[in-house]
């Protein structure tokens, strides 16, 4: 399953409804880590219902306790392609009796890709087929080969935001009341380098007024619309990772034991019956 053009071809997976790969034909170049045992084995998933995990790695609903892995069900799960042409492909999830045993709210998800020159617009609708309302977080987690061109380095990236940004960096730190901290940041380029990683594991924000973000080499990058999405993170495995995942958010796992229940935990939204969550992004290469 593909879409191309004259200017990009993108291939596509059944098992998280994933990209598997996104060339630009115009120079060549393969944007989308491809995994490695080494680093990080993932690519792109779509993180539904959980962003992350609970503090506990479990969570109670309607008296009866369930767990699921890291970032919920949708990476873990093979997809069905119900339409692909030279205009678009369309994958769908029915949740199963597994997905069930491990989220007990029936629910359908539709992952939507059209290709318009080097931009590649990912679409999602996720809806909600059972008889109670459904709560939820949702995040997305694609990575992007850094560096993109032989012989340039990690460091020789740059994260550029649109705007002058004035926000949030949340810290994780054990020793806090909620296992967070925040300290407010004028942020307009923040080049990378390893020990940020190490220093904070991963950079999470919040309050961003930018549309997109972009990820910025000496000639190459990727540009991410983050426009809608209160949470934007960067992630990469350790030093010496050859890539870089750009993560916007609704909501985020426990940094703490919480007792809240799974309905109000903060950025978990409510879906109620019969009603669909829709949202989109784009990655555009150059």
Same mark, same amino acid.
């Given at each position: 399953?593909k879409?191309?053009n004259?200017?990009?071809?993108?291939?596509?997976?059944e098992?998280?409804a994933e990209?598997?790969?996104?060339?630009?034909?115009?120079?060549g170049?393969?944007?989308?880590?491809?995994g490695e045992?080494?680093?990080?084995?993932g690519k %792109?998933p779509?993180?539904?219902p +959980?962003?992350?995990?609970?503090?506990t790695?479990?969570?109670?609903?309607?008296?009866?306790?369930?767990? +699921?892995? %890291?970032?919920?069900?949708?990476?873990?799960?093979?997809?069905?392609?119900?339409?692909?042409?030279e205009e678009?492909?369309i994958?769908q999830?029915?949740?199963d009796?597994?997905?069930?045993?491990q989220?007990?709210?029936?629910f359908?998800?539709r992952?939507i890709?059209?290709?318009?020159?080097l931009?590649?617009?990912?679409?999602?609708?996720?809806?909600?087929?059972?008889d109670?309302?459904?709560?939820?977080?949702?995040?997305? =987690?694609?990575?992007? %080969?850094c560096?993109?061109?032989q012989?340039?380095?990690?460091?020789?990236?740059?994260i550029?935001?649109?705007? %002058?940004e004035h926000?949030?960096?949340l810290?994780?730190? !054990?020793?806090? !009341?909620?296992g967070?901290?925040?300290?407010?940041?004028e942020?307009?380029?923040?080049?990378l380098?390893?020990?940020?990683?190490e220093k904070?594991?991963?950079?999470?924000?919040r309050?961003?007024h930018?549309?997109y973000?972009?990820?910025?080499?000496?000639? =190459?990058g990727?540009r991410?619309?983050?426009?809608?999405?209160p949470?934007?993170?960067?992630?990469?495995a350790?030093?010496?990772? !050859?890539?870089l995942?750009i993560e916007p958010?609704?909501?985020h796992g426990?940094?703490y034991?919480?007792?809240?229940d799974f309905?109000?935990?903060?950025?978990?939204?409510?879906l109620?019956k019969?009603?669909?969550?829709?949202?989109?992004?784009?990655?555009?290469?150059?």
């Amino acid at each position: 399953m593909k879409l191309e053009n004259a200017s990009a071809v993108v291939t596509f997976c059944e098992k998280g409804a994933e990209i598997a790969s996104f060339i630009n034909k115009e120079n060549g170049l393969q944007y989308m880590w491809q995994g490695e045992e080494a680093y990080w084995t993932g690519k %792109n998933p779509t993180l539904f219902p +959980m962003v992350g995990n609970t503090y506990t790695k479990t969570y109670e609903i309607n008296g009866k306790k369930y767990a +699921m892995k %890291n970032h919920g069900l949708l990476r873990y799960v093979d997809f069905t392609c119900i339409k692909a042409n030279e205009e678009e492909v369309i994958f769908q999830y029915e949740a199963d009796q597994d997905a069930l045993s491990q989220y007990p709210f029936p629910f359908t998800c539709r992952t939507i890709y059209r290709l318009d020159g080097l931009t590649l617009t990912v679409r999602y609708e996720i809806e909600n087929t059972g008889d109670q309302t459904m709560p939820f977080l949702f995040g997305l =987690h694609p990575g992007f %080969n850094c560096p993109l061109v032989q012989g340039e380095a990690f460091e020789d990236y740059t994260i550029c935001f649109d705007e %002058n940004e004035h926000l949030e960096q949340l810290i994780i730190d !054990p020793n806090a !009341p909620k296992g967070v901290t925040g300290k407010m940041l004028e942020l307009k380029e923040l080049p990378l380098d390893y020990a940020l990683f190490e220093k904070y594991g991963t950079l999470i924000y919040r309050g961003m007024h930018s549309a997109y973000v972009t990820l910025k080499g000496k000639e =190459h990058g990727v540009r991410v619309s983050i426009g809608g999405y209160p949470l934007l993170a960067f992630w990469t495995a350790k030093r010496g990772a !050859p890539f870089l995942c750009i993560e916007p958010w609704y909501g985020h796992g426990d940094f703490y034991d919480c007792k809240e229940d799974f309905y109000h935990r903060e950025g978990t939204m409510l879906l109620a019956k019969g009603r669909m969550f829709t949202t989109a992004y784009t990655i555009t290469l150059f």
